[in-house]
């Protein structure tokens, strides 16, 4: 079974790499990048702090920072008013940015259609669930692990933290490019 386990972690790199490939390629058809195209899909729906966007992406903020920052310049994004938080803005879509989100959200259906030809529905449903299923025992023992090294003393506050926090919410991978 570990053995077996070691296999798919190196399959999913492996088609981790390639989608990103494609994700870029997708996004820069459209003068965009994979990571713009991603924070762009995160705060399409509601307009979000950068830290939680980063949360819901699972990266470091100030990354998403920077990226916020290009798409505000960009004209794709503005900054908001956060009535919860005075210090915090809210970073969302401008029209600029809804128009450039669906130009390579209906690059990437095309892409998929093609990518997906001759895998049935069912088993890709499949896959996703136990994708889901792995992810969340991963992310369970990643966090037991952290609890213990804490509380032997041998953890940072960061790796304490992360632990705590989790390395990806359900909500981050629903709202990512598929």
Do not use: C, Y
């Not at 009535?83 to 401008?94: C, G, I, K, N």
């Amino acid at each position: 079974m570990a053995e077996e386990l070691a296999l798919l972690v190196a399959d999913v790199f492996e088609a981790a790499g390639a989608l990103r490939r494609a994700g870029e390629a997708l996004a820069g058809a459209e003068g965009q990048t994979q990571a713009r195209w991603q924070l762009m899909s995160v705060v399409s729906e509601e307009s979000l702090p950068v830290a939680r966007a980063a949360r819901r992406l699972g990266v470091a903020r100030q990354g998403v920072q920077r990226i916020a920052n290009e798409l505000v310049r960009d004209g794709l994004a503005e900054f908001r008013d956060n009535p919860d938080h005075r210090t915090s803005s809210l970073l969302a879509l401008t029209p600029s940015g809804r128009r450039a989100l669906e130009a390579i959200t209906a690059r990437a259906e095309a892409a998929h259609r093609v990518m997906g030809e001759g895998i049935a529905q069912a088993d890709l449903a499949t896959l996703r669930a136990l994708l889901r299923r792995l992810t969340e025992q991963t992310d369970q023992w990643a966090e037991a692990e952290a609890e213990a090294e804490a509380e032997a003393g041998t953890a940072t506050g960061a790796e304490a933290e992360e632990a705590k926090r989790g390395t990806r919410s359900r909500a981050a991978t629903d709202r990512l490019p598929e």
